[in-house]
Nanobody
Framework: QVQLVESGGGLVQAGGSLRLSCAASGRAFSSYVMGWFRQAPGKEREFVAAITRTLGFTLYADSVKGRFTISRDSAKNTVYLQMNSLKPEDTAVYYC?????????????????WGQGTQVTVSS
């Protein structure tokens, strides 16, 4: 069974930064995609960013391009989300997800495993 454990959420003022981490464990991994999604109160879950394990190809939602950076440490099966220039509208629960298929995607149903989520709150 795959486990995804997120960390790094918290409260930050607008314009500040946070770094989220997500570590995957529970099986041997070869190629996969890890992604971040978020869900604000009263809204649907939305895609944020994704990265491939092998070559590090990335995909971003338009709303975070230029502000967020996704990266990975393949040896540790860990993915990071560096969030800069945070805005109040970035406030949400952020979820890490893993897709065992090696194709970049922003579609939540394509992902096979999900973390429990970590709260990010940006105050104005």
């Amino acid at each position: 069974q795959v486990q995804l454990v997120e960390s790094g959420g918290g409260l930050v003022q607008a314009g500040g930064s946070l770094r989220l981490s997500c570590a995957a464990s529970g099986r041997a991994f070869s190629s996969y995609v890890m992604g971040w999604f978020r869900q604000a109160p009263g809204k649907e879950r939305e895609f944020v960013a994704a990265i491939t394990r092998t070559l590090g190809f990335t995909l971003y939602a338009d709303s975070v391009k230029g502000r967020f950076t996704i990266s990975r440490d393949s040896a540790k099966n860990t993915v990071y989300l560096q969030m800069n220039s945070l805005k109040p509208e970035d406030t949400a629960v952020y979820y890490c997800a893993l897709d065992l298929k090696p194709t970049l995607t922003g579609d939540a149903p394509d992902y096979d495993y999900w973390g429990q989520g970590t709260q990010v709150t940006v105050s104005s």
